[in-house]
């Protein structure tokens, strides 16, 4: 399984590859549609990931920008350090060559030990190769190995916890509980969403254990892996501290403009996450390509644009000349880089957030999460892919039915997990592993945060194989009667 993994991804991330070389042979830098050196993807996330071992190496901090003390635990590390490894073993051109079949070879190493995993909780062989073919051949996580963005790592890192929670059900012990949970704690300092884990196996252990002395062993074992957990994180928040000049941060912290934007574009987001999934990062690089070409009208007609298309949801708590009135403001304050502005505009689009939620609670609380979700859910999460999405949407037969097929798989995985964890008969604990970290993040991605992509949930997707699979075994069982 590992070398189909290993093949599969190969093939299909140098297809990718090929079709953006063809399609932009100068290699103007473009999200997901240039590269760097020839050899991976460029994206923007990049600036957010690969920065801290060139500061690091300068002699200047583990870093993404030395001039700001809070850019020093704006990201956990644990990309930038598997990045950072590759950059001083290869240097900074061979970094990109390498990291590629790193990912690659993690990606097929998830596959085998997500078959052994379900080995471990069902002792069906056949199940657990079926698994591991299932996402040996999953497109979705393949289709970030030539990223150098948490995507590439984190799917494998999630496995490798799940891995080692099996062991540790399966044989016991401190120290297989421990690294259970170390495992997770390294995931975390990945991707700080898979600290999710933690409640799934606490969870899992107290689903199989009955009684006073089963719950109390199962909170023993509890305690042995959030204190694996903490084994890794905590040297990292001890780093923290020093670095801020006191703060606390277990993994990362976001300053009140995560993204550089200023508090007005985030508060934006955070009214707009009222009746919509928003994209107010996409808005706010129109308004800044705007400025930059020194065109302030192209910029106004985009507010114009904006107020003009808004759905009637949009308009609980505030009427459409309000609205263009604050997005006029934040246009002014995007260009100018005004501090005492970009206040005045987070407490306007604060206000509307507020109002908002006042007069359509349903909207805000239920109707416009179930939206968000089934947006997720409902689509080819094909967006890694430049060579299935061309510019124009002038999409090609093979294009239509390689996205319709991703379509249909991501629809599938997803209700398959849905199904399996109300019906299927399997154990208790790996029912509740399928159903509590996936559903972790949903509450915590749409309904928290309120600001989502399909990638965001890749840590769930090995996850919703094992549902699949063991639905799809079921099913060719009950058949062959």
Not at 324 to 335: E, F, I, P, S
Request: overall charge positive; aromatic content about 12%; glycine content about 8%.
């Amino acid at each position: 399984m590992f070398v189909l993994a290993f093949a599969f991804g190969l093939v299909v991330n140098e297809l990718n590859l090929r079709y953006i070389r063809s399609h932009n042979p100068t290699d103007a830098p473009l999200n997901t549609r240039s590269t760097v050196h020839g050899f991976t993807v460029w994206s923007i996330d990049n600036a957010w990931y690969l920065p801290q071992i060139h500061w690091f190496l300068e002699g200047r901090g583990f870093t993404l920008g030395p001039d700001d003390p809070r850019m020093a635990v704006r990201r956990s590390p644990g990309y930038p350090l598997f990045y950072g490894l590759h950059r001083i073993l290869f240097g900074e051109r061979g970094s990109f060559f390498v990291i590629r079949y790193s990912q690659l070879a993690l990606n097929g190493l998830a596959a085998v030990l997500l078959g052994l995993t379900v080995l471990a909780f069902t002792d069906r062989p056949g199940l657990a190769k079926l698994t591991s073919c299932g996402h040996a051949l999953n497109p979705y996580t393949a289709g970030y190995c030539y990223y150098t963005i948490t995507e590439g790592l984190s799917p494998a890192l999630t496995v490798v916890s799940l891995y080692c929670f099996g062991r540790a059900a399966r044989r016991g012990g401190a120290g297989s509980w421990l690294l259970a949970g170390a495992s997770a704690g390294i995931a975390a300092l990945t991707r700080p969403v898979c600290g999710l884990l933690l409640p799934a196996f606490v969870l899992a252990l107290a689903a199989d254990a009955k009684g006073a002395a089963a719950l109390a062993a199962a909170a023993r074992r509890s305690g042995l892996v959030l204190l694996g957990f903490l084994l890794p994180v905590i040297p990292w928040a001890v780093r923290n501290y020093a670095v801020t000049g006191g703060d606390v941060v277990l993994l990362e912290q976001y300053p009140d403009d995560p993204m550089g934007y200023g508090v007005g574009e985030i508060a934006f987001r955070k009214w707009w996450s009222g009746w919509q999934n928003p994209r107010a990062e996409e808005y706010a690089n129109s308004v800044l390509r705007a400025g930059a070409a020194s065109r302030p009208e192209e910029a106004a007609a985009l507010a114009e644009q904006f107020v003009r298309s808004l759905p009637p949801p949009a308009l609980h708590g505030a009427g459409p000349d309000e609205i263009r009135r604050a997005l006029m403001n934040l246009n002014g304050c995007l260009l100018a880089r005004s501090a005492t502005c970009d206040r005045a505009v987070a407490g306007e689009f604060s206000e509307l957030a507020d109002r908002f939620r006042r007069a359509a609670p349903l909207r805000y609380w239920c109707l416009t999460p179930l939206e968000t979700l089934a947006s997720v859910v409902f689509q080819s999460f094909s967006s890694a892919f430049a060579m299935l999405n061309p510019e124009g949407r002038r999409f090609g037969p093979l294009q239509v039915g390689v996205k319709a097929g991703m379509y249909a798989l991501n629809v599938a995985l997803w209700l398959g997990a849905l199904v399996f964890g109300l019906f299927a008969s399997a154990p208790r604990a790996l029912k509740v592993l399928v159903s509590v970290f996936p559903l972790s993040l949903v509450v915590f991605f749409v309904v928290l945060i309120r600001y989502v992509e399909a990638r965001y949930f890749l840590p769930a997707y090995a996850l919703y194989s094992v549902a699949l699979c063991h639905l799809a075994a079921g099913a060719w069982a009950r058949a062959v009667r």
